[in-house]
């Protein structure tokens, strides 16, 4: 192995956008770790959907040697870590394998809530932390007002800060030597019985499940045979290795070193993220720190719009499940929608990314149904269940009590939207206000208390109107609390579409139900009739909308060149409703069946 | 015996473009010349000499746009290649072109049928949609054309941005003081990518309502024919002279179109040129045919198109000359689609399928199942 007091294992904690995989980029150039030819713009950020959006969900690790001026060669091992919060445990779990982080803070951005929340996370799992100002090339760069952001809310000295220009390269090679310096090696004895950290993990169709994991102690080798300590499976170690950046195997990994396993785990939830992976035949006393279940937070159906495309999806999904341990599905069916699934997520945008992976790499057209936390309802005879499903819950009267989730709410804006923000949050979305922090010249640090299921419909959106696009935010799930909820259900001419129903706290009740069935109207294209929606709560119709019938239809000009054109675009339309779902002798579109999530949307019309 | 077509010659250039269209257009006059001389050049590369045209139609664009010269110098290269016997010559005309001089020369060519474009009465609309003449500019050309033409066009739109119904009501005064041979009056289509929809999308323009536009259609279809006109296809009204150059492309019949984004139909090829100008001239350039797209249709699709634009007439269509023409079996294949809409948007009388006054209005409904 490398000698120990020359490997660095280092994560980059850094908010969206703020330069992450650029510094990244960089590293590698100057490494000489990604032949050029071969280096698409930001090589960390394998995944489409996250070069798409530029922000990175799921962090792969890539190991760089680097010759440092004090004449030694460094390995550093650099762990990405995912930059939403839906994947705040994944983010602890990289942190856990690295002993030190570049905080990269955007010049002209400052400290936004998320990279405080990762940088108390470096802090808990006792890293060094080495702060970078980066972009610091923008016209617009305020250099002092960030170190002053990050003396506020981190109490980060200037002095202690770097300066840098990821995208020109300057203060990089200055950074690197500063984490040689400040950051430690890794500790740990190879002679000590094997515990290795899984940070992270992805399916490979040939090797099966990958671990990606740092020893801590002991040494790992190909043919050993491995124990999980939190399921105790046991697996043969079949490949051994280093990200170079690709896979690259090695004989084994031993203390301090950053790589990968495989042993023929058929998916990654068998190499679960957290988890101490010990020697079968001599296991560690006790696992490493950390380990938790990762457990789904926001469900909704899934459902093919074509139900003959029910196998496919099943298979999609199954597929897709080898790769995401987070995610889980259960086989549900609904009146309206067939045959699907009832799926969990870590949270919406780990929905969004779900549903795009499935729809564009496995071809298939989606229906969603509007997302919604989990439930709990206590039981006429004292017994807790859990509610995935709105329209699963009981007829009020034959339970207790409903009880639903509140999280623990950080939000940092500029102080002239703290007003607003907190009437908005109190008002309208019944969080409860805890405290405030200064967070630098003119921002503040707001915490509050709130319900969950208030976050999933106009909140995201709202937070960022209200605060012209600067409040940023973190959130973590804190307890359960009974609550007085209706469920809203929605009938589309006459007919209830359970697929549709939705929980409200009593309050907003009738404001959520006029709401709802506006929107719904407004996507339902128009029929030759009239149809009426509705929405029912307590066991009566509470609001109703109309979509009217359409009164003309009339196929404009047509001349000669026309006719292909004509008839090209006749049939276009009328394959968008082909993809639609009939329901006794109503068309409605997907984007009916998420009409929740643009309730409060501005209305264009 | 040669083969009887009409043919359309599409000018596209014009002094501005109109927010609300998606035709092919273009502003830069430099370019006159050389497109006149690319169409002479694709009509050296059609195999003309079979053909007998018994219409012709200059589009546009605004052919009134360029100097006659242009006109007349194509005119004789058409009756170079063509045998000519043209009942019908029809050229597109924007108010503001309109001069004694230009309808004298045009008239002298042979044209015997002008079609004019007015599209609304009101001049805040006019302003809206970018047309460079008031109703007063429009009224005192209109009655120069009359002077040489008794075959006389006028385009007009509904569904306008900002249009009340009072302007359609407007409308039809103004038609039944001019009382022109002809009649097209559409429904403003909004395309994506035009000007207009995106004022649309912005909210800087306001289409009318469903209800209000429900109400400038039904207004329109019962004052023309107060005033004596025959509806005689669904956007076309004429006191006594119907196109006889659009009845061949609604009854399917042959043309041959030159010039960009120009259709064709000569026997069951169907082709449409390239749209884009220099793209146009490229082609053209190495002697090479100009098509945006080109092919032979099979019988399901002529006999579908044949159906589609065919029900567009008031008459509609012979069921029995489809028989002949495609064969029972598939004819009645292509009928029983439209089975459903029988007795309510659709009726059979002496032999021909055709909309009723209701099916008139909901004929993209019907015409879809074609597609």
């Known amino acids: 192995m490398y000698e120990r007091k020359f490997i660095r294992n280092i994560s980059i904690i850094a908010h969206i956008d703020h330069g992450k995989s650029t510094l990244a980029d960089r590293i590698l150039e100057m490494t000489h770790s990604v032949d050029l030819r071969k280096m698409r713009d930001q090589y960390l950020d394998s995944m489409e959907i996250e070069r798409e959006r530029g922000i990175t969900i799921k962090a792969q690790p890539v190991k760089v040697m680097y010759d440092s001026v004090d004449g030694n060669r460094y390995e550093i091992n650099l762990i990405d870590t995912p930059g939403h919060v839906d994947f705040t445990y994944e983010v602890s779990r990289s942190l856990a394998a690295c002993e030190g982080v570049i905080l990269l803070v955007d010049a002209t951005q400052g400290v936004e809530a998320q990279t405080i929340a990762n940088a108390y996370l470096a802090i808990d799992n006792g890293l060094e932390i080495v702060t970078a100002i980066n972009k610091i090339d923008m016209p617009n760069a305020n250099i002092e007002e960030t170190q002053r952001e990050l003396y506020d809310t981190l109490g980060i000295k200037p002095e202690e800060t770097l300066l840098v220009s990821a995208k020109t390269g300057q203060g990089v090679r200055e950074l690197i030597e500063e984490v040689i310096k400040r950051v430690p090696p890794p500790s740990g004895s190879e002679k000590d019985t094997l515990r290795a950290l899984i940070f992270g993990a992805n399916y490979d169709p040939y090797k099966g499940a990958v671990a990606h994991i740092k020893v801590v102690d002991g040494k790992v080798s190909k043919g050993d045979l491995v124990r999980m300590m939190s399921s105790g499976q046991s697996h043969e170690v079949s490949e051994v290795g280093i990200f170079a950046p690709d896979l690259y195997p090695t004989d084994s990994l031993s203390s301090g070193e950053v790589g990968y396993i495989a042993a023929n785990m058929k998916e990654v939830s068998q190499a679960r993220l957290g988890d101490t992976i010990t020697l079968n035949s001599n296991p560690a006393t006790k696992p490493l720190p950390g380990y938790k279940e990762m457990k789904a937070v926001v469900y909704a159906g899934i459902y093919p719009s074509d139900p003959q495309d029910y196998d496919n999806l099943r298979k999609a999904i199954e597929r897709y499940k080898l790769n995401d341990a987070a995610f889980v599905f259960e086989p549900d069916n609904s009146a309206a929608l067939g045959f699907g699934f009832r799926c969990g997520f870590l949270g919406l945008l780990h929905m969004e990314i779900v549903i795009e992976r499935l729809e564009d790499e496995y071809d298939l057209d989606i229906i969603a149904t509007a997302p919604n936390v989990i439930y709990e309802i206590v039981m006429a005879d004292g017994s807790v269940k859990r509610f995935t499903d709105p329209s699963k819950i009981p007829p009020e009267g034959t339970y207790i009590e409903i009880r639903e989730p509140y999280v623990n709410l950080t939000l940092i804006t500029p102080v002239d939207s703290m007003g607003d923000l907190v009437n908005f949050i109190q008002n309208e979305k019944r969080g409860e206000f805890v405290s405030t922090e200064n967070a630098g010249k003119n921002r503040v640090t707001l915490h509050f208390k709130m319900p969950m299921g208030e976050m999933i419909f106009d909140f995201f959106d709202k937070i960022k109107a209200i605060s012209h696009g600067y409040a940023s935010m973190d959130y973590e799930i804190d307890e359960y609390r009974k609550s007085d909820l209706v469920v809203i259900g929605i009938l589309v001419n006459k007919e209830r579409v359970e697929a549709l129903d939705t929980v409200v706290h009593a309050s907003k009740a009738y404001n959520v139900a006029k709401a709802l069935v506006e929107s719904i109207a407004e996507s339902i294209p128009r029929h030759q009739f009239e149809i009426p929606i509705q929405a029912t709560a307590h066991g009566r119709i509470i609001a109703r909308a109309t979509v009217n019938p359409f009164r003309k239809d009339v196929l404009a000009k047509c001349y000669g060149g026309d006719v292909t054109r004509k008839m090209k675009l006749l049939k276009k339309q009328k394959e968008g409703k082909k993809r639609m779902k009939m329901l006794g002798s109503v068309e409605i579109p997907k984007e009916t069946f998420l009409s929740i999530l643009s309730i409060g949307k501005e209305n264009k019309n | ?371």
């Open chain 2, 1 to 371: 015996m040669k083969t009887k077509i009409s043919l359309y010659v599409h000018v596209p250039f014009c002094s501005r473009k109109c927010v609300y269209c998606d035709f092919t257009s273009v502003v830069n006059e430099k370019l006159i010349p050389s497109y006149f001389e690319a169409m002479e050049k694709e009509i050296d590369l059609r195999s003309c000499k079979n053909f007998e045209v018994f219409t012709m139609y200059f589009g546009g664009g605004t052919p009134s746009h360029v100097d006659v010269g242009y006109i007349s110098k194509l005119m004789k290269k058409i009756e170079s290649a063509f045998e000519i016997n043209a009942q019908e010559i029809t050229l597109e005309m924007n108010p503001e072109d309109v001069t004694d001089d230009k309808c004298h020369r045009l008239k002298d060519l042979g044209v015997n049928r002008i079609s004019l474009g007015l599209q609304s009465s009101s001049n805040e609309i006019l302003k809206v949609i970018g047309r460079p003449y008031t109703l007063e500019d429009f009224l005192k050309r209109y009655y120069i054309v009359r002077k040489y033409f008794n075959n006389v066009n006028i385009d007009l739109m509904y569904n306008l941005p900002f249009e009340r119904l009072s302007d359609v009501e407007s409308d039809l005064r103004i038609i039944e003081s001019t009382r022109p041979d002809h009649i097209s009056f559409y429904e403003l289509e909004l395309h994506e990518g035009t000007p207009l929809y995106s004022m649309v999308n912005a909210g800087v323009a306001r289409l009318p309502s469903e209800e209000i536009s429900e109400r400038m259609y039904d207004t329109i279809v019962d004052g023309l024919e107060n005033f004596g006109y025959k509806r005689y296809e669904l956007s076309s009204w004429t006191l006594e002279k119907p196109s006889i150059h659009n009845i061949n492309y609604w009854e399917n019949g042959e043309y041959l179109g030159i010039g960009v984004s120009a259709g064709s139909h000569i026997g069951t090829e169907r082709s449409v040129n390239l749209s884009d100008i220099n793209d146009y001239f490229a082609k053209i350039r190495s002697n090479l045919l100009p098509y945006e797209y080109h092919k032979n249709n099979s019988l399901k699709e002529e006999i579908g198109e044949t159906i589609f634009m065919g029900l567009r007439l008031a008459r509609g269509i012979n069921e029995n000359d489809l028989r002949t023409k495609f064969g029972s079996e598939l004819t009645a294949i292509y009928l029983e689609k439209l089975d459903k809409f029988r007795g309510y948007f659709l009726e059979s009388k002496d032999g021909f399928l055709r909309f009723t006054k209701e099916g008139m209005k909901f004929s993209a409904l019907v015409l879809s199942e074609l597609v």
